[in-house]
């Protein structure tokens, strides 16, 4: 939910309230789907006539009209029904209408604030007395589906610090919300109705009621201030307690600048490689060290505090709501894809496929496909010396791995659409999916910033 922290949402119109009433929110999602639902039916009327091929090509231009417009509306709620639809497109690539997928993901935070007078009243509610003791500007430096951020200061201190406010009442409707949302994609026949949907809402629903709890989430975010504050390269907000609350997070303001600004292009190469270096053994730690993951890979969790000396430049680590604790059945699974991938042998990774329920079920040729996937996806992680496949442009005169040169995602793609179409090939599980995405992520970031990165030092520790 990071912005860049020198420029504050001023520019952003302002309302005054969110529809969070389960009331409103039923109005307009039911308006929503009476809409679809006749267009639905004009485009069937309207097709009867034509020949297969065109009529197939009139329905994908509505689908791809109707998911639009559907994004759209879900746009103008704000709370967890944008939420869903971010995480859906995030995760639900595999069960979802690539036209809906598309549509989903141009749901982002950057959208209408709410007003000063409707934020202060709610600070009041939760601070009481409290407040006085803040000077609190009334201009947000971020938004987001859930929560706006404002900068204050501790007036007996000085202490510079951020507060997220949780929007008013969305905690409250997010059994609604989803409700509802299964209810519109069900009238408006744009997603099939099937177990592994059903499924998703569940874990949606889960991720969503802790994603809420800032209680939770101070937690989480202090255990990786401990983690990381003997390592320079990290900066983690320090959570003041005083000022949060369960639905109130205060921290301490940490300015930066945004992964994808022109001020970090402009960046000498080995210093933005240092950088990625950085970003990619978090994750390593996450999975080797910690057991436990920061699943949303947007690049709005990073900030990056520029140096203006002889110190090294640092990643401003943000929002830890979205963690999510994996059981070390499934982390010694994970550790030994990794592991297979550094050597790059493919015996190694049908190996460490072994004793997991959904690898254990495949046939031989099945599993050989995605262990040949996985040893793609480990590129970056493994040892050039032992991985004569990594292309000769991915590689610079020391063996770093280029990131930007790699076309990785979709060389990724192609290879798992092609294992995806064998009738044997089931939905992965969630947890390997949460997995997955936070590396496609990963390797997003590390493109971005045209990153040159050392699978020794990143996996070497861990062998």
């Not at 009243?121 to 971020?142: A, M, N, Q, R, Y």
């Not at 990625?276 to 080797?288: C, L, V």
Request: aromatic share 8%; glycine share 4%; hydrophobic share 40%.
């Amino acid at each position: 939910m990071a912005n860049d922290t020198s420029k504050p949402s001023s520019n952003k119109q302002s309302i005054d309230s969110l529809k969070t009433s389960g009331f409103d929110r039923r109005m307009s999602i039911a308006k929503t789907s009476l809409n679809i639902g006749r267009r639905w039916a004009g485009n069937s009327v309207s097709g009867m006539f034509l020949n297969k091929e065109a009529r197939t090509a009139r329905n994908q231009a509505f689908m791809e009209a109707q998911a639009n417009y559907l994004a759209s509306e879900l746009g103008k709620l704000k709370g967890s029904v944008v939420k869903i639809g971010q995480m859906l497109a995030i995760y639900g690539e595999h069960i979802l209408p690539p036209e809906i997928t598309r549509a989903l993901q141009t749901l982002n935070d950057d959208t209408a604030t709410l007003t000063w007078p409707t934020i202060e009243k709610t600070l009041h509610k939760l601070l009481g007395e409290k407040l006085s003791e803040l000077d609190v500007d009334p201009i947000p430096i971020g938004t987001a589906s859930l929560a706006q951020v404002h900068r204050a200061t501790v007036l007996a201190t000085g202490e510079q610090v951020v507060l997220k406010i949780q929007y008013p009442g969305v905690a409250d409707a997010i059994n609604s919300d989803l409700a509802l949302f299964k209810q519109l994609l069900k009238v408006s026949n744009i997603v099939p109705q099937t177990r592994a949907l059903d499924a998703w809402f569940e874990e949606i629903r889960d991720l969503l009621h802790h994603e809420v709890d800032y209680e939770a989430e101070a937690a989480t975010t202090e255990r990786f201030y401990d983690r990381l504050s003997d390592d320079p390269r990290y900066i983690v907000p320090k959570i003041n307690r005083t000022y949060s609350k369960k639905r109130l997070l205060c921290m301490s303001y940490e300015p930066g600048i945004t992964v994808v600004s022109d001020e970090l292009q402009l960046l000498p190469h080995e210093r933005r490689s240092a950088i990625g270096q950085a970003a990619i053994e978090i994750m390593m730690q996450e999975i080797f060290v910690w057991g436990e993951m920061q699943t949303d890979p947007n690049f709005g969790n990073y900030l990056v505090r520029v140096s203006e000396g002889d110190d090294i430049d640092k990643l401003v680590l943000l929002d830890f709501g979205a963690i999510r604790q994996f059981d070390n059945h499934l982390l010694t699974i994970a550790r030994g894809l990794l592991r297979a991938g550094y050597r790059h042998d493919h015996q190694s990774m049908m190996l460490a496929m072994t004793g997991y329920d959904f690898f254990d079920s495949m046939s031989d040729k099945v599993r050989s496909d995605i262990a040949s996937l996985f040893l793609l996806a480990t590129e970056p992680f493994s040892d050039p010396e032992n991985n004569k496949d990594i292309p000769s442009e991915c590689l610079d005169g020391e063996k770093c791995y280029i990131w930007a040169n790699s076309k990785l995602h979709s060389r990724l793609s192609t290879k798992a659409t092609r294992a995806m179409q064998s009738f044997e090939f089931n939905l992965p599980p969630k947890e390997f999916m949460f997995i997955s995405r936070k590396f496609i992520g990963a390797y997003t970031l590390l493109t971005v910033l045209d990153a040159y990165t050392n699978s020794n030092n990143l996996v070497k520790p861990y062998l």
